[in-house]
């Protein structure tokens, strides 16, 4: 699959004026590197977001990196050794994070209430400006000031749902701010924004004066903002969650008008950009097409809406290369998707390999043994055993993508991670299952990850409600992997039919039904 060019290469015109290049990063959640279990995730990584911003700020002076929305809380709860890995991962996050030079971070109340302790600790001890508009607790301030070398003052101000909890107020709040900064002579007005994307279009509405509302605590995102958004004269970004991207937003003022004429058409590489993702859109949109689910099929009037705007952008984008730039307040939008094969800064590098090599060594060691199932329950005894009956599911097992999951650990070195190794081994921390230190014959997501432990149902293989196993897994087991976070396009009714074969859910062919 084509991958995004992202060489950052500035536009010539727009940059030689006063300016600011702001990237954001929205809803980071303090992931070292997405999870890459579909191949649309494998992008970002701080150590690659680390070596982008360093080679852009070689050839852009006026580069301000900012963070709205959660920046270290994890969604998930967690508890005994998992607690102690997320302590050991903050602290990586956090130094890895001080190397990119951060403008701005706004104080997430999200983090706060559900990170606990440690993240607290992570905030109080924070080198980089963090921004709570109103009383915000620990070392918060309500906004700072900035000024690039290239010649433009810019404000940047952080508002939370916490502070204050009414509408009207906090409209006042932030308006008060604005006009605070503009009497400082600011040029460029930035609100870090944790409403979420209604709550913080609505604020931009009431409030005037906000150039740029970068908006966070957007949960459940999943795909980049590809184009510009704007809610007034208010330019509106936000990158997908865990730094898979970022939006890279260029302002070159002029005065105090800020009716903004976006010129992104205009970046060197923006056509082939296009260009990559009309290709990725065309095969997507084959995919759907041979496809019949229903979802699937609601989904096509929305991808072909999408492509034909991409290729009309494209046009536009290849008519604008090498003519002069227009008069007035300028922007320049890109969202950013770094692959993996991308390079990475060789310091953060070392931070994430040795944080790797930390919690792999103190998990296994917290490991212990497997507790034994409750008296008269079944535990797991691994495909191997299963296959001895179910000789005819054996050539679709071994074809199956669940069968390449423990691969995909060794790969990235994960095979220790307990964020991981849940959704890549079966029976894994469960009663007469698997843990880090018993793994033989678990590995890969096996027969039991969706049928449930067998050794009852190999003592007495029966059919029906008494056969001890589950026959039918349903969508709830499924989602337990298969989340918005790790398997963001799952469809139950679509990834059901790959599964559904001869052999495995259907007779073998030629084979007379049960």
């Not at 980071?28 to 999870?35: A, D």
């Not at 706004?106 to 209430?113: G, I, T």
Request: aromatic letters at 4%; one cysteine or more.
């Amino acid at each position: 699959m084509p991958e995004p060019t992202v060489d950052a290469t500035p536009t010539g015109d727009l940059y030689h004026r006063p300016h600011v290049t702001i990237l954001a990063v929205t809803d980071w959640q303090s992931v070292l590197k997405p999870c890459g279990c579909t191949v649309d995730l494998q992008k970002g990584g701080i150590e690659r977001i680390a070596k982008y911003v360093d080679d852009l700020r070689a050839k852009d002076d006026s580069v301000l990196v900012v963070h709205a929305g959660s920046l270290l809380a994890d969604p998930d709860a967690v508890s005994g050794p998992r607690a102690a890995q997320l302590a050991s991962r903050l602290g990586a996050f956090a130094e890895s994070f001080d190397h990119l030079q951060i403008a701005a971070v706004a104080l997430s109340s999200y983090d706060l209430e559900v990170g606990g302790q440690a993240v607290s600790a992570v905030y109080d001890s924070a080198k980089w400006p963090l921004l709570a508009l109103q009383g915000g607790s620990r070392n918060a301030i309500r906004s700072t000031l900035k000024r690039t070398k290239s010649g433009v003052s810019v404000g940047i101000l952080a508002v939370d749902p916490k502070a204050p909890e009414d509408d009207m107020a906090r409209q006042q709040a932030v308006q008060d701010e604005v006009v605070r900064l503009r009497s400082q002579g600011v040029k460029v007005v930035v609100a870090l924004s944790n409403l979420g994307l209604r709550g913080s279009r609505k604020l931009a509405r009431a409030v005037p004066g906000i150039d740029v509302m970068v908006v966070g605590q957007l949960d459940d995102k999943i795909e980049p903002e590809l184009e510009l958004e704007r809610e007034g004269d208010t330019l509106v970004v936000h990158a997908a969650r865990h730094g898979a991207w970022i939006s890279a937003l260029t302002l070159a003022p002029i005065g105090q008008n800020h009716a903004w004429q976006e010129v992104s058409d205009a970046i060197p590489g923006v056509a082939n950009d296009l260009q990559d993702r009309i290709t990725t859109m065309e095969k997507t949109l084959a995919e759907i097409k041979q496809r019949s689910t229903l979802a699937n099929q609601k989904a096509l009037p929305f991808f072909e809406a999408r492509l034909a705007e991409m290729k009309l952008r494209l046009d536009a984008a290849k008519r604008s290369q090498g003519k002069p730039l227009p008069a007035g307040p300028l922007a320049a939008f890109r969202p950013i998707g770094l692959p993996w094969s991308m390079p990475t800064d060789p310091a953060v590098a070392k931070i994430v390999a040795d944080y790797d090599a930390k919690v792999a060594e103190a998990n296994v060691r917290a490991a212990g043994d497997v507790p034994p199932p409750p008296i008269g329950q079944a535990s797991y005894v691994g495909q191997k055993a299963c296959l001895e009956c179910h000789d005819d599911t054996a050539a679709f097992q071994s074809a199956d993508l669940h069968q390449q999951a423990w691969k995909g650990l060794e790969k990235s070195g994960k095979t220790k991670d307990l964020d991981c190794v849940s959704c890549h081994a079966t029976g894994f921390g469960q009663p007469g299952g698997s843990n880090l230190a018993h793994l033989d014959g678990f590995t890969d997501v096996q027969c039991e990850s969706c049928h449930g432990p067998g050794s009852l149902h190999v003592k007495a293989p029966t059919r029906g409600p008494n056969s001890h196993i589950i026959a039918q897994p349903d969508a709830t087991l499924c989602v337990t992997c298969h989340s918005a976070v790790h398997s963001p396009r799952f469809d139950f009714a679509d990834y059901r039919t790959r599964l559904l074969v001869p052999g495995h859910g259907l007779p073998m062919k030629g084979a007379r039904a049960p």
